[in-house]
């Protein structure tokens, strides 16, 4: 046994049970808990008095089996903050963006919509050439001036 191995040990026994030493095995449980969550004595000490408390149970009475349910209760814990900080993470660009690939407002779609319906062709070059110069078709009618654009190129060509 190391020195620090000596002073954390101590540590130990001086927060949990500083009138009687402490099991082997409940000292080992606390060590791996310190390990586990890489804090110090106190820190550990004051997550086992928070935890008792919400068990409303005595915080000097530390047993192998409480100390099992403490540390399932804090690996719960970590558990859902990632899984939340998952879902935090994921929900920051879930709006899909296609103007990067170049278009894909409501604007666009309603003119490819509209030539399918009305002039009956698929997505073709004069439709994405509307696309292009769809900022000048903006208002109530653009839709209609684009698709007039549309029945006018399409005899041109």
Excluded at 94 to 103: E, F, L, Q
Excluded at 106 to 124: A, I, N, R, T, Y
Excluded at 141 to 157: C, D, F, K, S
Aim: hydrophobic share 40%; glycine share 6%; proline share 4%.
């Amino acid at each position: 046994m190391s020195s620090q191995d000596g002073d954390v040990s101590a540590a130990l026994h001086n927060y949990f049970s500083p009138n009687a030493p402490l099991e082997p095995d409940v000292l080992a449980e606390l060590q791996s808990l310190l390990r586990l969550h890489g804090v110090s004595a106190e820190d550990l000490f004051y997550k086992w008095e928070s935890y008792c408390m919400r068990l409303e149970t005595e915080a000097n009475v530390v047993t192998l089996a409480a100390l099992k349910g403490f540390k399932q209760s804090t690996l719960d814990d970590l558990e859902k903050d990632n899984q939340a900080k998952a879902t935090a993470d994921r929900r920051i660009g879930a709006t899909p963006r296609s103007i990067a690939k170049g278009g894909g407002d409501v604007f666009s779609m309603w003119v490819v919509v509209l030539s399918h319906v009305f002039l009956g062709f698929p997505s073709s070059p004069l439709v994405q050439k509307t696309l292009i110069s769809r900022r000048s078709f903006s208002g109530s009618m653009g839709w209609y001036r684009a698709l007039l654009l549309l029945r006018a190129r399409q005899q041109v060509a």
